[in-house]
């Protein structure tokens, strides 16, 4: 499923391909946040000509709309959304910590009023699995529960506890439904912000033997050294040959700490958010399109960039589009930030493999 290409020799970083059912990834890799079937303001086409290998998709959102039944008759997600390549769900584990105020958490699961109309939903961790099987996953997590920055350790523990059991239970559903062409589980690490019990989490998670992990929750509001703490310890704990994934992380230069940890996926909201609210990268960070300084300026975007939006437009243009409301300005803006992402994770890898990390 994942093999190793290319080691830096100064830190764990490296390049590798992880083969799904729909096709291989190269990694370090960043995923584009479709939570609900979409990536806000693109097209599956524009997606795959920014570089995008695989993108991630929300099975508690999903399984409330458009609905299992919905996507079962349609042949899976990958069809419906008229994606063909990976597809990585997220399980709503995120949704327990987000949604705080419309869920009850107990070692059964997670119930929900539903945020659409107000309905009762019990999301166990064996009912997660089969949404996402529904769906069509190339890549599942499991339920888990991600707490606040600042926690009580009392309560990291509960939380570290009532995931390592859930992620157990996962992992039993789908030995039990597992068939041709079935998506692989990762194993989730928790433990808050303690070293030793994110050491412990990342230990018995390992102990349950999945092919890949993801680290959840971090950059939940803590200060970046200690996130980086928090990330080395609990890769180091893990097996190094298998495939992780850095959960909700996307900021370029995160990414670029982060892979020196020995990450390989990452995803985030953050690159089409901005783009939605008018804010454009590069390498000098973000700028806010708006800004009166760029009412006449002819220059692209980034002079950089070889995307779409930076080869035919100016800012003094996509400026004007967004002062005059037109969703033009929003689309342009996102194949732009995507791209840029891309392009991050195409540098990273190609240093990786010239021994530059």
Not at 143 to 159: F, G
Request: with cysteine.
């Amino acid at each position: 499923m994942f093999k190793i290409t290319a080691k830096s020799r100064r830190s764990k970083a490296r390049a590798g391909i992880l083969q799904t059912p729909h096709g291989t990834v190269e990694t370090p890799a960043f995923m584009p946040v479709g939570t609900q079937g979409t990536v806000k303001a693109v097209t599956p086409s524009q997606l795959k000509e920014l570089g995008a290998q695989i993108v991630l998709s929300n099975a508690y959102h999903l399984y409330l709309r458009p609905g299992l039944g919905v996507i079962k008759k349609a042949g899976g997600l990958h069809k419906l959304m008229g994606w063909k390549g990976p597809i990585l769900t997220d399980s709503g584990g995120f949704q327990v910590f987000s949604l705080a105020d419309l869920r009850r958490i107990s070692d059964e699961g997670v119930t929900f009023a539903s945020h659409i109309d107000g309905s009762p939903h019990l999301l166990t961790p064996e009912k997660v699995v089969e949404i996402q099987k529904t769906i069509g996953s190339d890549i599942m997590m499991p339920l888990d529960e991600c707490v606040a920055y600042p926690s009580d350790k009392k309560k990291v523990i509960t939380a570290l506890e009532r995931t390592y059991k859930w992620a157990k239970r996962s992992r039993d559903k789908v030995q039990e439904i597992r068939g041709k062409g079935s998506g692989q589980l990762f194993g989730i690490v928790q433990g808050g912000m303690f070293k030793d019990l994110r050491k412990r989490s990342a230990e018995e998670i390992g102990e349950l033997g999945f092919p890949g992990y993801g680290i959840g929750g971090l950059s939940v509001g803590e200060p970046k050294e200690i996130m980086l703490d928090m990330l080395e310890v609990s890769t180091s704990s893990l097996e190094y040959d298998k495939p992780k994934h850095l959960m909700g992380v996307g900021y370029p230069e995160d990414i670029e700490e982060a892979v020196k940890f020995g990450i390989d996926l990452f995803d985030c909201v953050i690159p089409t958010r901005l783009a939605r609210h008018g804010a454009f990268l590069t390498k000098q960070g973000k700028s806010i399109i708006r800004n009166a300084k760029f009412e006449k300026d002819f220059l692209p975007l980034d002079k950089t960039c070889d995307c779409y939006a930076c080869s035919n437009f100016s800012r003094a243009y996509i400026r004007h589009l967004f002062i005059a409301k037109e969703i033009l300005a929003m689309t342009l803006m996102t194949i732009h930030n995507l791209r840029y992402m891309m392009k991050t994770m195409e540098n990273i890898r190609k240093k990786i493999k010239a021994g530059r990390i």
